[in-house]
């Protein structure tokens, strides 16, 4: 079975999860309500949505449920990021970087990770 992609909504609760899981939805209508106007019942449709889609799992505490995400962090991101290279830069990861880096003012720092970054696969590619 393929795994679903989250929508936008469905990965601002899936980040919240992943910095402190488990969580019920009070716990997580809180924390979102913080940033933005939105009902608790939105909040409970999208989690309710995102359980059956597999994104989620629940465990019963007592009156409420404790919320779990099905996918680890790393997981995830790595899929929506092999979605956006395939779709918007024909699978060319050094097209987007070429783009972003051309788009954005990067700092040496991260110039500097990035080097150690291409050498480190480098050095694996020569192994």
């Known amino acids: 079975m ?5 929508t936008a ?10 910095k402190k899981e488990p969580l019920t939805v009070k716990d997580i209508h ?11 019942t939105t909040t409970l449709k999208i989690m309710q949505k995102m ?9 019963a505490n007592g009156k ?13 991101r790595g899929r929506l990021l092999d979605r956006f290279v395939d779709s918007t830069f024909g699978g060319s990861a ?13 700092s040496k720092e991260e110039i500097s990770e990035i080097k150690k970054i ?10």
């Open 118 to 127: 291409i050498e480190q696969m480098e050095n694996e590619s020569n192994s």
């Open 51 to 59: 359980t059956t889609k597999g994104l989620l799992h629940r465990k």
């Open 64 to 76: 409420s449920h404790l919320y779990y995400s099905s996918y680890k962090k790393e997981e995830t």
């Open 30 to 40: 809180d924390l979102i309500s913080v940033n933005k106007s939105v009902g608790y």
């Open 9 to 18: 909504a469905e990965l601002e609760i899936l980040n919240i999860l992943w």
């Open 94 to 106: 050094s097209s987007l970087v070429m783009q972003l880096l051309g788009n954005k003012t990067t």
């Open 2 to 6: 393929e795994k679903v992609a989250p």
